[in-house]
C-alpha cells in the first residue's frame, strides 16, 4: 500500500511542478510516507523527522509533510502539514497557503477518497502496477492499528478499478497486482451494503471480488499478462475465489493468505474469525483446483499468553500446509489496539526469539522442498531488474528467479522468458532464457 501510495503521491508532485532531489538536504519539500503498523516504524520516522532540523536552519522555507497511516486525529506531529493519505491531493493548498510564492502548477487536485483513487501514478517499474481497490479495515484482529488508523474499510467503485486498469495495459502494463487490507472483502463491507453500490455483482454465488477479477481478466487480449492481488482474508476466502483463479488466464497460481496463527485459541485471542480446520480446509480446496499453487502466509509468534503449545500447534500447521514461505514476526504491543490496553505481552523476549529461530528452520526446510518441485522445469519470468551479472524476475508463483546468460547491451525489464531452471536455493531459483 505504502510503495502504490508513493507513486500516486510522486504523480501529484510531478505535475505540481516538483523534481526529485538525490539528498534530504537540498530539499525544499520533504514527504514523510509513514507506515504504523509496528512501533519501531514509527520511531524511525520520528527520528528522521528530527534529522530536518538542521536541514531547516540552513533553508528556512523548507517544508515538511507527514502523510500515511501515522496521521490520525488527534495526534501532532513537529511538521508544517500532517495529511491523511487519502487527502494527498489537498496537499496542494497546504502548501500554497504556506509557500505562495513557489506558484505551483494547478492540476486537479482535491483532497477526497475519489480524488485519490483517480490520481494515474507514475509507475516505478513500466510493466508493473499497483491498484488499490478499497483502503481501510473492519475485522479489527487485536493486535492491528489498521482499522484506527486507515479506518473502516471502503471500495472504490467497480467501473474506476477496470478503467485504471484498462488506462495500465494500453500503456504497456503487463502485470497488475490489486491492493487493499483485504482485498477478498471487496464491494462487502457494511458501508457497501448501505450503499448498495455492489448489489449488481454479488449474486448468491460470486462474490464482487470475483466479479472484478474475472471483469480485469478479459484485458488479457489487449496484452496483460499476469493478475496478482495482496492480501486476501481466510474469513472471505470463498469458493468462487478459487474457481475464478483456477480459470482465470491472467491469474496467478500463486496465493498470499495470511493464517497469523495455527491454535484455535489464540486465533480467538487475536480476534481473528476462522479455525485452523477452516483454514487448512481453504488451502486443500486451492490445492485440488490449482494443483501447482505456491501458497505463502503470515505468522507471529509469541502474541499474548502464547502457551507451549499453542506455538507447537502452529509448528504442526505450518508443516501439514507445508507453505513456500512465510513472514514470521515476533508480536511486539501496538499502542492504541485491544491487546496493548486489554491483554498482557506475558511471553518473554527470550522465549519469543527462541520460537520465532525454531518457526524460521521450519520455514527454511520447506522453502527448499517447494523450490525444489522447480528443478529442470521451465516457467515463465517477468524481468523486474537487470544488472551487469544477471536478470532478475519473478516466476507466475512468485519465485525470485536470477539469470546468468543474457545479452548485456539490451534493456530486458518488462520482457516475460521462457526459463529452465538448473539451480535451486531455499529463497531463489536459477535458471537459463530458452526463448
Ligand atoms: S485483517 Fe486484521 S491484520 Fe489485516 S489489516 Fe485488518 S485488522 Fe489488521
Known amino acids: 500500500m505504502n510503495y502504490s501510495d508513493s507513486e500516486r503521491l510522486t504523480t501529484l508532485l510531478d505535475a505540481w511542478g516538483f523534481s526529485p532531489v538525490k539528498t534530504m538536504q537540498s530539499a525544499d519539500l520533504i514527504v514523510f510516507n509513514s507506515c504504523s503498523v509496528k512501533q519501531k ?129 494500453e500503456n504497456g502494463v503487463k502485470e497488475i497486482t490489486l491492493i487493499g487490507q483485504t ?20 449474486d448468491g454465488i460470486s462474490t464482487p471480488f470475483s466479479k472484478l477479477l474475472r471483469e480485469i481478466d478479459k484485458l488479457h487480449a489487449k496484452g496483460l499478462n499476469r493478475l496478482r492481488f495482496t492480501s486476501p482474508h481466510p474469513k472471505d476466502f470463498s469458493d468462487d475465489l478459487i474457481e475464478a483463479i483456477a480459470e482465470l488466464k491472467t491469474t496467478c497460481p500463486y496465493i498470499h493468505l495470511p493464517v497469523q496463527s495455527g491454535s484455535n485459541s489464540c486465533l480467538r485471542r487475536m480476534n481473528r474469525p476462522y479455525t485452523r480446520e477452516k483454514y487448512i480446509s481453504i488451502i486443500n480446496h486451492i490445492r485440488a483446483a490449482i494443483p501447482d499453487c505456491a501458497i505463502t502466509t503470515d505468522l507471529i ?18 508443516k501439514e500446509v507445508g507453505f513456500d514461505m512465510a513472514y514470521l514476526s515476533r508480536y511486539s504491543p501496538r ?90 536455493r531455499e529463497w531463489e531459483l536459477e535458471g537459463e532464457i530458452t526463448k
Open 301 to 318: 509468534v509469541g502474541f499474548c499468553g502464547e502457551t507451549e503449545e499453542e506455538f507447537e500447534d502452529t509448528c504442526k500447521m505450518y
Open 335 to 424: 499502542k492504541g489496539t485491544f491487546a496493548a490496553e486489554k491483554m498482557k505481552d506475558n511471553v518473554p523476549a527470550a522465549v519469543k526469539a527462541k520460537r520465532w529461530h525454531k518457526l524460521n528452520l521450519i520455514l527454511k526446510k520447506y522453502a527448499l522442498k517447494a523450490n525444489k518441485r522447480f528443478a529442470g522445469l521451465e516457467v515463465e519470468v517477468l524481468i523486474e531488474k537487470q544488472n551487469e551479472k544477471e536478470l532478475i524476475g519473478r516466476s507466475r508463483e512468485y519465485k525470485e528467479v536470477h539469470i546468468k546468460k543474457f545479452k548485456k547491451n539490451k534493456n530486458w525489464i518488462g520482457e516475460v522468458l521462457n526459463v529452465k531452471i538448473k539451480k535451486v
Open 183 to 202: 482485498v477478498d472483502s471487496y464491494g462487502l463491507s457494511l458501508s457497501d451494503k448501505k450503499s448498495g453500490k455492489f448489489k449488481k455483482y454479488t
Open 41 to 169: 516504524a514509527e520511531d524511525k520516522v520520528y527520528g528522521q523527522i528530527a534529522n530536518t532540523r538542521a536541514i531547516r536552519k540552513k533553508n528556512p522555507k523548507l517544508i515538511t509533510v507527514l502523510i500515511g497511516c501515522m496521521v490520525q486525529k488527534g495526534r501532532r506531529f513537529k511538521v508544517d502539514i500532517a495529511c491523511k493519505t487519502e487527502e494527498m491531493g489537498g496537499l496542494y493548498d497546504r502548501i500554497t497557503e504556506l509557500r505562495p510564492e513557489w506558484k505551483l502548477k494547478d492540476f486537479n487536485a482535491k483532497g477526497s477518497l475519489e480524488n485519490y483513487f483517480e490520481i494515474n501514478p507514475k509507475l516505478t517499474t513500466p510493466s508493473q502496477a499497483f491498484v488499490p481497490i478499497m483502503t481501510g479495515c473492519d475485522k479489527f484482529c487485536t493486535y492491528c492499528i489498521v482499522p484506527y488508523s486507515r479506518g473502516r474499510e471502503k471500495s472504490r467503485t467497480f467501473d474506476s478499478v477496470i478503467d485504471e486498469c484498462k488506462k495500465l495495459v
